[in-house]
Every structure is written in structure tokens, then in C-alpha cells.
């Protein structure tokens, strides 16, 4: 079992940065390939990042991609989203996911069905 809390959402005018973080309990955590997801309202949820169980390879959404960045610490059991330059199009909930299914070091999932736990989400708000 994993359990997620995610922290650092906040009111952020355009251009302006927010760090997320994403603390996980459980000893398997750094086995995980882990993602964040985020949901507009009236929207779907959508992909925005993921990061292998090692680190050593990440993907993004074309949105995103060059703005945001993933990273973790798997000794502090922690998953980070540094966002840069925020739109007002990047309100939404964010949250962080785990995949427990080991795909290699390289297994980078991209879709919300293969993670198999949430946190709760943080609310990102971006002003114009």
C-alpha cells in the first residue's frame, strides 16, 4: 500500500512559478514509476508529467513540456513538480499517482489507468 499527500498548491499570477510535492509512505515507493495528473473543472483529467522508478526518465505533456518540471527523491520518498511560467490555462486540481506494476527502468506510464494510487489533489489557481 502507498499512500499520497500532495502539497504547495496555491494563487499564482501568469508568469509566475509553484513548487509541488508529493510525500509518499509505504517501503516500496522508489519501485514506482509515479505521475502527475491534473483536472480542470468541467474537464477530464489529464496527463502532465511522469517519471521512472529510477529518475533517469521523465515525459510531459506538449502543454507543459519546457514550463514544468518532475523529479524525486527516492530517500526522502518524495515526488516533486516545479511550474514555471503558469498560465491561467493551468488551473486545476493536480494530483500525484503511483504505478505499482515494475515496467524496467525506463517505464514512463502516460495514462491514468495504469496508476493504481492517488493522493487527494491540490487545488494550482492561476490569475491573468
Known amino acids: 500500500q502507498v499512500q499520497l499527500v500532495e502539497s504547495g498548491g496555491g494563487l499564482v499570477q501568469a508568469g509566475g512559478s509553484l513548487r509541488l510535492s508529493c510525500a509518499a509512505s509505504?517501503?516500496?515507493?522508489?519501485?514506482?514509476?509515479m505521475g502527475w495528473f491534473r483536472q480542470a473543472p468541467g474537464k477530464e483529467r489529464e496527463f502532465v508529467a511522469a517519471?521512472?522508478?529510477?529518475?533517469?526518465?521523465?515525459a510531459y505533456s506538449d502543454s507543459v513540456k519546457g514550463r514544468f518540471t518532475i523529479s524525486r527523491d527516492n530517500a526522502k520518498n518524495t515526488l516533486s513538480l516545479q511550474m514555471n511560467s503558469l498560465k491561467p490555462e493551468d488551473t486545476a486540481v493536480y494530483y500525484c499517482?503511483?504505478?505499482?506494476?515494475?515496467?524496467?527502468?525506463?517505464?514512463?506510464?502516460?495514462?491514468?489507468?495504469?496508476?493504481?494510487?492517488w493522493g487527494q489533489g491540490t487545488q494550482v489557481t492561476v490569475s491573468s
Open positions: 499517482a503511483a504505478d505499482s506494476e515494475f515496467g524496467g527502468s525506463a517505464y514512463v506510464p502516460l495514462n491514468s489507468y495504469d496508476y493504481d494510487y
Open positions: 509505504g517501503r516500496t515507493f522508489t519501485s514506482y514509476a
Open positions: 517519471i521512472s522508478w529510477r529518475g533517469s526518465r521523465t
